[in-house]
């Protein structure tokens, strides 16, 4: 292939042995890779040779890879830009997608996803560079908020960041969902903090905590005398809310003869208010939330299908707190910190029993019953260290929650193997076989306590069959490799 053929990879990190790495990694026939250590470089390298794709992670000098990226689009809206790295901050992921990162990858994730991810990016710069220029989009530039407005750094959790800085940048109505409790208001909270009508009212409703007679006249507002005790008009919630967001909670229990109402504004953007025969206009967008599986509403005939179809324009799931116990921990430490913020109370921490138990349990309730506990917990400890005993699960709580204990030793496994570059099966394999050959001394007790023949144990280790097997370095091994997960 002629060199004006060839597709030009820049990939910019502090790490030169990671800049070898993926240069090896992504360089081909029809690829071409430079690499730097420096943001500015990197900047100056992707222009002048009108690059296809940058690889960049977080922390460059002499600015970080979100500023790269921002400088890099402002020249090319459609330049394709990977970030990785150890992201400490979830704004910097929303933000970062918000700006147009083809993808944020962990760092930890990179040796796995990075060739995948890479050539999809440069099959899209292909498809831009062959198609015709493309109206650049209005930029959006939300405010930026001192605090992080959701807390979690699990793999699920990342999935959702990137989708709220995509769906942040345009008006769609977005569909929110997932178990009662997971933090879908936040969800719905963040996507407004970082629209274009940040600066603009937003009202949230929940539609299950209102009487459904009187929903009609809190969204859209009433006459006076349109009912027994509408002794005043009254603006409703979408005029209220005319050029921001309006909220609707628990969707799935809104009455049907109000959907019909909710439809029409989708469609047109009009309404009446309650007693009246004027048609009002409003712009507002509309977030939507459900615990509730909507299709399944649909079908029993209490949701609107039409109705469904206008807010499913974009969904987003929430994972349940048990499948993000990575978060458990910084969830429950960001309550802790804002239960005794501004001298509201004495400074205090939690033991190393407490949080093992807190990420044992299975969260029914998920991010709201945990940080309800740890409110409970600040008033029931007695000293400035929460114990395990301090949390006041009862004991049927305590012993359900021994599968989430094997849940999260299972996951971290996996991040050991995934860390390792292992196979998770082989490496747990190799685990069992160290861990018997240190409890029994020898490789026919480990054996017969595995169950399996003495060929397969050292299999399991990688030694040929004829190899004799040492107790000591077996021992020695399993220990790190426990230590590992």
């Known amino acids: 292939m002629e060199d004006s053929q060839k597709q030009t990879v820049v990939i910019a990190d502090n790490d030169p042995d990671f800049l070898e790495w993926a240069a090896r990694h992504l360089e081909a026939e029809t690829v071409e890779v430079e690499t730097t250590r420096s943001a500015e470089e990197a ?57 147009g990162a083809f993808d944020v990858l962990r760092r930890e994730a990179v040796n796995f996803e990075l060739r995948a991810i890479a050539e999809r990016a440069l099959a899209a710069a292909e498809q831009m560079r062959a198609a015709e220029d493309r109206s650049k989009s209005d930029p959006i530039i939300p405010p930026q908020p001192t605090d992080d407005l959701i807390i979690g750094r699990s793999p699920a959790m990342q999935d959702v960041y990137k989708l709220i800085g995509r769906v942040a940048r345009a008006d769609a ?61 009254r603006i409703g919630r979408f005029e209220q809310c005319h050029g921001g967001t309006l909220f609707l909670d628990e969707i799935g229990d809104m009455p049907l003869e109000v959907q019909s109402k909710l439809l029409r504004v989708l469609q047109s953007g009009e309404f009446s208010r309650v007693g009246g025969n004027q048609t009002l206009q409003t712009d507002v967008r509309i977030l939507a939330a459900t615990n509730k599986r909507l299709e399944e509403e649909v079908e029993h005939g209490t949701f609107r299908e039409d109705l469904f179809y206008r807010l499913n324009v974009v969904r987003i799931h929430i994972p349940p707190l048990r499948q993000r116990l ?35 349990y299975h969260w029914p309730g998920n991010v709201r019953e945990l940080e309800n506990l740890i409110q409970r917990a600040c008033v029931l400890a007695t000293g400035n260290v929460i114990l395990a005993n301090d949390l006041p699960f009862d004991q049927a709580s305590r012993n359900e929650s021994e599968p989430a204990v094997l849940e999260r030793a299972a996951r971290r496994f996996l991040q050991a193997a995934e860390a390792g570059g292992l196979s998770p099966v082989a490496l747990a394999h190799k685990l069992l076989a160290e861990t018997a050959l240190s409890e029994t001394g020898n490789d026919e007790k480990a054996a017969a306590l595995l169950g399996v023949s003495k060929e397969e144990l050292l299999g399991y280790l990688g030694i040929a069959s004829e190899t004799e097997s040492s107790p000591r370095k077996g021992k020695g091994t399993s220990r790190a490799a426990a230590k590992a997960i």
């Open 173 to 233: 109505p977005v569909l929110i969902t997932g178990e009662s409790g997971v933090g879908k208001e936040v969800v719905s909270n963040a996507i407004h903090k970082f629209s274009r009508r940040a600066k603009s009212e937003y009202v949230a409703i929940n539609c299950a905590a209102i009487p459904s007679n009187l929903l009609e006249s809190e969204l859209f507002g009433h006459e006076k005398g349109a009912f027994t005790g509408a002794v005043n008009q």
């Open 326 to 360: 990575e978060d458990i921990r910084l969830l429950a430490e960001h309550f802790l910190a804002k239960r005794t913020e501004g001298g509201r109370g004495r400074p205090m921490q939690f033991s190393r029993e407490a949080i093992e138990m807190l990420e044992g």
């Open 43 to 99: 900047l100056k390298l992707f222009n002048d040779r009108q690059a296809d794709l940058l690889v960049a992670e977080f922390q460059l000098r002499p600015f970080d890879g979100v500023e790269l990226l921002k400088r890099v689009r402002m020249a090319n809206p459609n330049a394709m830009v990977i970030l990785n790295g150890r992201v400490h901050s979830t704004n910097a992921v929303i933000e970062a997608m918000r700006l």
